[in-house]
């Protein structure tokens, strides 16, 4: 209806003068069906000088932005996930195969570490892109809805 944010005058708390002159609440629940049809058909079947729409409250809520930031951490752990896992499983299998010979060298475990990364995005990339994507459309899906 509004190309941004509704204008001042229709927040919840705002109050206007009624063509009655009296003060009435945003809310909605102030004027019957009949009391609207009769203000309208008194003036061409638009609405009367001085009504606005019913209350238009913020539809973010504390709850709702928690759950967006859970999602936004799930899919984080979905996509860092698996990386993270073939790194640590590499570095201990190394770790161990060096505690074993006696080799400490940090290079070994770093190439080892890096070439495990770059196989698991090889083998995962695709399925982490997808669904990072998908996440994000969802998102940009969901704004509209999320801002009122």
């Known amino acids: 209806m509004w190309a941004s944010s509704p204008p ?28 609207r049809s009769a203000r309208r058909a008194s003036h061409g079947g638009m609405p009367a000088p001085g009504w606005h729409p019913p209350c238009i409250c913020p539809a973010m809520t504390p709850e709702l932005a928690l759950t967006e930031m859970r999602r936004g951490l799930e899919v984080a752990l979905w996509v860092g996930g698996p990386l993270l896992v073939s790194v640590l499983l590499v570095g201990v299998v190394v770790g161990i ?31 982490l892109l997808a669904y990072l994507v998908d996440y994000t459309i969802a998102l940009f899906q969901r704004i509209p809805h999320l801002i009122g």
């Open 8 to 35: 001042p005058s229709l927040r919840c708390s705002a109050r206007f003068t009624g063509e009655e002159g009296q003060k009435r609440k945003v809310d909605g629940n102030d004027n019957s069906e009949d009391d």
């Open 97 to 127: 195969v060096q505690a074993a010979t006696q080799l400490n060298e940090p290079t070994i475990a770093f190439i080892a570490k890096a070439v495990a990364l770059t196989a698991s995005l090889f083998a995962m990339g695709s399925f």
